[in-house]
């Protein structure tokens, strides 16, 4: 999800500002992927659930905040 994620600035439609919030956003969510996966515990899956619902709307505000 993070190559994609920073597909916008590699065609022109965002600038440094979206990319600095698209890169940390990617790494916490990867985070959240990694530790519901070495953990396997319910609470985890539960938080990388609410972490993918959250990743999106997030990311496409930093895009509006960017307007490039």
């Known amino acids: 999800m993070?190559?994609?994620?920073?597909?916008?600035?590699g065609v022109g439609m965002a600038g440094a500002v979206?990319?600095?919030?698209a890169v940390l956003l990617s790494?916490?969510?990867?985070?959240y992927c990694v530790s519901?996966?070495?953990s396997k515990e319910r609470i985890d899956a539960r938080k990388l659930?609410?972490?993918?619902i959250i990743y999106l709307p997030v990311l496409f505000a930093v895009m509006m905040?960017?307007?490039?």
Do not use: M
Request: proline share 7%; charged share 10%; net charge positive.
């Open 49 to 52: 659930f609410f972490a993918s």
């Open 27 to 31: 790494l916490a969510f990867l985070s």
């Open 2 to 9: 993070g190559p994609v994620s920073v597909t916008p600035v």
């Open 36 to 38: 519901c996966a070495v």
């Open 18 to 21: 979206y990319l600095t919030g």
């Open 65 to 68: 905040i960017d307007k490039r």
